[in-house]
């Protein structure tokens, strides 16, 4: 069983900046997802269990990264140019599989999840 903790939400005027952590694996790949108030829980961004390769939902494109540090067991969303539609609840994930179709976007993929962190956008 792998247990994730988010950490790092919390209210931030748009335009400004959060860093979200998890404490995971470094045997998994991980993922970040979030569900925004009333709606699906949707994909943010994926890392490799090594670190090199990453994928991005193109609503965050360009503002957010995700990163890790396996030395530390650690999986980082770091969130700049936040925006009142970025309000969500975050929940890091971590997927087992070797293979994917979607590019690890679909939340069915993922194992494990964290219990979620909420990050709220002020306009």
């Known amino acids: 069983q792998v247990q994730l903790v988010e950490s790092g939400g919390g209210l931030v005027q748009a335009g400004g900046s959060l860093r979200l952590s998890c404490a995971a694996s470094?045997?998994?790949?991980m993922g970040w997802f979030r569900r925004p108030p009333e709606k699906e829980r949707e994909f943010v961004a994926t890392i490799s269990s090594n670190g090199g390769n990453t994928n991005y939902a193109d609503s965050v494109k360009g503002r957010f990264t995700i990163s890790r540090d396996n030395a530390k067991n650690t999986v980082y969303l770091q969130m700049n140019s936040l925006k009142p539609e970025d309000t969500a609840v975050y929940y890091c994930?971590?997927?087992?599989?070797?293979?994917?179709?979607?590019?690890?976007?679909?939340?069915?993929?993922?194992?494990?999840w964290g219990q979620g962190t909420q990050v709220t956008v002020s306009s």
């Open positions: 994930a971590a997927s087992s599989r070797r293979y994917s179709n979607t590019g690890y976007t679909s939340l069915i993929e993922y194992d494990y």
């Open positions: 470094r045997n998994y790949r």
